[in-house]
């Protein structure tokens, strides 16, 4: 009996422990919240949790998932929408306030620019420049185009400091097509590697536009510099878009020198030939342990410049078959180009915004089904940008693919429409982003991409029925709909449809802490041999010398 009732004793101080210490973890749902948001159909990715709740948020953080009551100061009325992560786009050219609205009606909270990114020397200006004025979080890589073009063409007019300045940098071809000497391939990875103590989120590579003038060499010791740190590389593979021989042996590229050093990578926008093999070796990889994962913008078309290497006749029409008159169309004016007025266009405007159809509409499908993909939706600037701000209303926005407005809401009226599971698609907007790049360190992304408590209160809102993408190729700033209520960082910045005033800020930097010890070992030619190679040593019959 005295045992049983010890026995008792022990049981209830155990039980009594477990609830004092749920309790304390979780928040009190008797205390008001800055804002709660009530009997919305709650999304978790990562745990696969799926009902109805009610959220409180407390400084920015989702303190309480709960079935109880719960008041606020402000109230949000979620009834038949889903809660969802807010969305991650992790592959963004244009983080430009003009188009900030359009992003935020997408239900976007994280934008980042990881094919491409921003000149290593001047990562940390990029950062400040956007410090309080931008209602998104922000994010860059450090640029390898910008760099080659920094050392390859002496370009040194920095406006933007990342993407943006492409416009300029690519009227030269020097930073695509010279093979760099040792000297120049050394201080190449220089200026990368001051972007990476600076705080920038992994290398950005598009060897796609750079064929002739990167070797192997030079992406291998990119990724062994980028592994350094524990980063990822972004990569425009090499090969993309091509068949889907040239697009297969393009990642492998990246995957076999991932495996070698035990580096993150990323598949930018492998929505092209050969995409099924592409994605099969990524969910091997991962299976092995290897943080590598890929990104698609769910449109058969692409985006990109007129002088863009791969719209050259030689690959664009003798390789791989194309006809310009069906399948280059000029942004602005919705024209098709041949041959010769291409031609003519180069010599006035090289870097001339065009529309390239590349893939049959069935393939989007495909894309939308394959688990752990993410979306990136590859947002282009609008030229001309001169004079656009904030407040500029939508029909007076110069056209840009489609993608730039409406890739995220696209995703899930399209997936939907195709009977995806909308957890496959709540995943693929924001925690296929989240997860990887958290895994390799960034703390900004351990913290986003999911519905839970402690978690940062990035959350978008969204109609599952009336969710729906309304930009067109002819239209491509038409914003999406269907997205009442977004939050980034426990701040309201899309209410009742309508974007918050540009006095409403609440976007934090995603990024490293800068680092003042650099991690680059230059390439020398004789380390290398003593390390590889068998260095002849003489022998005296009894041992080596």
Same mark, same amino acid.
């Given at each position: ?8 004793? =022990?049981?209830? &101080? ?54 109880? $009551? ?33 992003? &935020? ?19 940390? $200006? ?61 201080? =190449? &990875? ?17 060897? #796609? ?32 878009? #091509? ?49 590598? /994962? #890929? ?20 690959? /664009? ?165 269907? =997205? ?59 041992? &080596?010398?």
């Amino acid at each position: 009996m005295k045992k049983s009732l010890l026995t008792l004793f =022990i049981s209830a &101080l155990f039980f009594s422990s477990c609830n004092e210490t749920s309790t304390e973890k979780g928040a009190d749902p008797n205390q008001e919240f800055d804002i709660v948001i009530l009997n919305g159909r709650v999304m978790d990715p990562e745990t696969n949790f799926d009902g109805i709740r009610n959220v409180g948020i407390k400084d920015g953080i989702i303190s309480l998932i709960t079935e109880d $009551e719960i008041k606020g100061k402000e109230t949000i009325d979620a009834t038949g929408q889903v809660v969802a992560p807010g969305f991650i786009d992790g592959h963004q050219h244009c983080i430009e306030p003009y188009m900030y609205n359009l992003m &935020l009606r997408d239900g976007r909270t994280t934008i980042m620019d990881l094919e491409v990114g921003a000149y290593g020397p001047k990562l940390d $200006e990029w950062y400040k420049r956007h410090e309080g004025n931008t209602p998104l979080n922000y994010g860059v890589a450090v640029a390898h185009e910008l760099a080659r073009a920094a050392v390859l063409d002496g370009f040194n007019e920095w406006e933007f400091l990342y993407t943006m300045d492409a416009l300029k940098t690519r009227v030269k071809d020097g930073w695509s097509k010279t093979r760099p000497n040792l000297e120049q391939g050394n201080e =190449i &990875l220089a200026q990368i590697d001051e972007g990476l103590r600076q705080g920038g989120i992994g290398i950005g590579s598009t060897v #796609g536009y750079m064929r002739e003038g990167v070797s192997t060499r030079e992406i291998y010791e990119l990724q062994k510099l980028a592994g350094a740190y524990g980063r990822q590389i972004g990569m425009h593979f090499r090969g993309t878009p #091509g068949d889907d021989v040239a697009e297969v042996n393009g990642i492998q590229e990246m995957l076999a020198n991932a495996a070698a050093l035990g580096a993150p990578a990323i598949a930018i926008h492998f929505n092209n030939p050969g995409y099924n093999l592409v994605h099969e070796l990524l969910v091997k990889m991962r299976e092995r342990g290897f943080n590598v /994962w #890929g990104e698609i913008y769910p449109y058969a078309a692409g985006s990109t410049a007129l002088n863009a290497v791969f719209l050259e006749p030689d690959v /664009w029409i003798k390789s791989l078959g194309n006809k310009y008159e069906e399948t280059v169309q000029d942004v602005a004016t919705g024209e098709w180009y041949t041959q010769e007025s291409r031609e003519e266009m180069l010599k006035k405007e090289p870097t001339r915004a065009v529309i390239v159809y590349k893939m049959p509409k069935e393939a989007i499908v495909d894309w939308l089904k394959m688990p752990g993909v993410a979306i990136g939706s590859d947002g282009m600037p609008l030229i001309p940008f001169t004079g656009l701000t904030r407040n500029t209303p939508y029909e007076d926005l110069p056209n840009v693919h489609p993608r730039s407005s409406g890739a995220f809401a696209k995703t899930l009226r399209f997936g939907q429409d195709n009977n995806i599971p909308l957890m496959q698609l709540v995943s693929m907007t924001s925690y296929n982003y989240a997860k990887p790049l958290g895994d390799m360190g960034l703390k900004a992304m351990q913290v986003r991409g999911r519905m839970q408590e402690g978690m940062v209160a990035d959350i978008t809102i969204f109609s599952p029925e009336n969710v729906k993408d309304n930009a067109t190729y002819e239209k491509g700033t038409t914003p999406s709909t269907g =997205i009442p209520y977004v939050l980034v960082n426990g701040v309201i910045v899309v209410k009742d449809s309508k974007v918050m005033p540009d006095t409403v800020n609440p976007g934090q930097p995603i990024r490293f802490e800068p680092v003042a010890e650099s991690k680059r070992v230059p390439i020398d030619v004789e380390g290398w041999q003593k390390e590889f190679y068998a260095v002849p040593r003489e022998f005296d019959g009894v041992g &080596l010398k």
